[in-house]
Structure formats: structure tokens, C-alpha cells
């Protein structure tokens, strides 16, 4: 497993990052089966694992504790605060009594006395970030984080964070972490090569968009097709029309090039100069195998530049795929009359 320093973090990390987030509740139930998994991970040269406090409400934590007993030092660990943990309002966010409840939650649920990178999962649009920075800069400080990121940040939000620490004398957020996939590519216009301009390390998820780059028969059918995930595979929906033209075209490139869909969408990702790894989320062994077996691939100038010609740089092929709520400025009128 090729590894690249992550950032200014000083951190080697693998290629291949594995997300938790299917492990517990919302994806495999198993601890067991899921704790052989990370072993299996970490056995391959796998040395990044990233969760969250909100997956299956920590569960995922928990299991991710229990598979790294007693191999603690081999393993970068990350995990992300932010998203509603329960229906308090002060449970979320990035407000300074927030941070310091989430941290000591995690370090707990994970077992640990430290987490390597402390990452944050949303903007808080209702939270000065030098409130947040500065929360994040004391954990630093206290040794119970070794670093700090941002996830789903905008390029001005990015940027706005960095010269928040700059000025006020706060540790900065070494990392971000994007959705990014042959598929959803709208983060090629401002969002990578602002994280590069500021020497950040940059954690991708979704390279198989759902499973739309799985490689399925139908990807339209699996477990994520339910509830608010349902938009995604929505045919009523263009985006989601153009996404099934893209990915038969993509199926052929890749038998042509003899590699399954899953290994050419990763390899894609891995690619970019400023992805420092690329987070898989498997579900069961099966998945994992099968997604190992791709680490090593490598993808061509030719084979690129026939990707570019299914899915134009830069292009996002339906925006519903974020999950992402509009923010305050566009759900709340009074904020945009006088």
C-alpha cells in the first residue's frame, strides 16, 4: 500500500483510507465480523481510519475502539463532530461547549486518549469559526488531538478558516475532506486547489458514488436506496439520467481496459495530485477484498482523457447526490428581504 504524507501533518498515511461509517447500525451489525474487517484493513497496509460521532450514533466509534486494541501506535485515527447528536440544539455544531462535550464522548467510545485528526463534519453557518478554531486549538494544546480538519467546507470557507487562524493565533485546519468521484467532479474547480494553495492534506469520500461506480448490474438497487438517500437513484431526475449514461459508458471503458468499475473510479480519484487518500467504505468482507484488490492500480494519461470525455472536469452530474440541505441565506426569507 503506497502512502503519502497527509498535509503539513508531518503524518505518512495510505493511499487507502477506510470509512467506517458501515460499520453498526446503519450498515453492518456484526462488531465481530466488522472488528475482523479493520484487521483485514490494517493487515493490508491500510494505516487511516475515519469515523464519525453521529455513525449509528457511535457505534461505529465503539467497534473502530475495539479493533484497534493494542495496535493504537500503528494507526492514524480520525474521526468528525458537528452533525446532530440527539434533538438538543447545543448537541451539534461547532460551539466551544459542544466541542469539548463530542471530543470527550469520542476519546471515550473509541477508547483511546487521543485522536490523530479531529475533523470537522459540517460548517456551522450559526458559530463564528474563531470560536471553533479556538476550541480545537485548546484540545491541541491539551494533547487529546493531534490535528485539526474541516469536511463539505466551500473554497471561501476554507479560506476564511485559514486566515482566521492566522490572525488570531489558532492552530489551522490541516485537512479537508470532500465528496469526489468520477461522477461528482465539482470540486476540481475551487475546492482542490484551494487545499493545496494552503498545503492541506485532502481525505475523499464517495468514490463509488453510492454505488453507482460499484460495478452492480443495476446500481440503482441496494441498501442506500431508501429514505432521503432515494434521490440519488431518482430516473425521474436528469442528473440522475445522466449519471446512467455516464456510468454505461464507464462500465465499457473499464472492461476495455480490463479492470472492474470499482478499481478505474478509485484509481480516478487517486489520481489527482491533491488527494492525499481516498476513503472506501465496505460493508461486508466481501467488499473490502474486492476493493483491495484495485490499490495498486494506476491509471494512464489516455485512459484519463477518455474519462474527461464522458464526464467534463470540473462537472457535477446531479447536486442531489450531496445530501446536503441549502443553507440559511436560501432557507430563511427574512435573511434576504429588509
Not at 453498526?24 to 460521532?53: C, K, P, Q
Not at 473554497?155 to 485537512?175: L, S
Not at 468521484?181 to 485532502?202: F, H, K
Request: glycine fraction near 10%; avoid cysteine.
Amino acid at each position: 500500500m503506497k502512502r503519502r504524507i497527509l498535509g503539513g501533518t508531518g503524518l505518512s498515511v495510505s493511499e487507502y483510507a477506510l470509512g467506517a461509517m458501515m460499520f453498526g447500525a446503519m450498515g453492518n451489525t456484526d462488531h465481530d465480523e466488522s472488528v475482523r474487517m479493520i484487521h483485514t484493513a490494517l493487515d493490508a497496509g491500510i494505516n487511516l481510519i475515519d469515523t464519525a460521532d453521529v455513525y449509528s450514533g457511535g457505534e461505529s466509534e465503539v467497534i473502530v475502539g475495539k479493533a484497534i486494541k493494542g495496535r493504537r501506535n500503528d494507526v492514524v485515527l480520525a474521526t468528525k463532530f458537528g452533525l446532530p447528536m440527539g434533538d438538543d440544539p447545543n448537541r451539534r455544531g461547532g460551539s466551544s461547549r459542544w466541542i469539548h462535550r463530542a471530543v470527550e464522548d469520542s476519546l471515550r467510545r473509541l477508547d483511546t486518549d487521543y485522536i490523530d485528526l479531529y475533523q470537522m463534519h459540517r460548517p456551522d453557518p450559526d458559530t463564528d469559526i474563531d470560536e471553533t478554531l479556538a476550541a480545537l486549538s485548546d484540545l491541541i494544546r491539551a494533547g487529546k488531538v493531534r490535528a485539526i480538519g474541516g469536511s463539505f467546507f466551500s473554497p471561501d470557507e476554507i479560506v476564511e478558516a485559514q486566515w482566521v487562524a492566522e490572525r488570531r493565533g489558532h492552530h489551522r485546519f490541516r485537512t479537508e475532506q470532500p465528496p469526489y468521484s468520477i461522477l461528482t467532479r465539482g470540486v476540481e474547480n475551487r475546492v482542490l486547489p484551494t487545499a493545496q494553495r494552503y498545503g492541506m492534506g485532502v481525505l475523499t469520500f464517495g468514490p463509488l458514488n453510492s454505488g453507482w461506480l460499484s460495478g452492480r448490474a443495476d446500481p440503482t438497487t441496494g441498501h442506500r436506496n431508501a429514505g432521503r438517500g432515494a434521490q440519488v437513484f431518482d430516473m425521474s431526475r436528469s442528473g440522475v439520467r445522466a449519471k446512467a449514461e455516464a456510468v454505461r459508458k464507464l462500465t465499457a471503458l473499464a472492461s476495455e481496459a480490463g479492470l472492474p468499475l470499482p478499481h478505474l473510479a478509485i484509481a480516478f480519484v487517486r489520481a489527482h495530485p491533491a488527494v492525499t487518500a481516498v476513503l472506501i467504505g465496505p460493508r461486508r468482507p466481501e467488499h473490502l477484498a474486492d476493493l483491495l484488490a484495485g490499490a495498486d492500480v494506476e491509471l494512464g494519461d489516455d485512459l484519463l482523457d477518455r474519462i474527461d470525455d464522458i464526464v467534463p472536469p470540473g462537472v457535477d452530474l446531479h447536486s442531489g447526490d450531496f445530501y446536503i440541505s441549502p443553507t440559511p441565506p436560501i432557507t430563511d426569507k427574512r435573511l434576504r428581504r429588509r
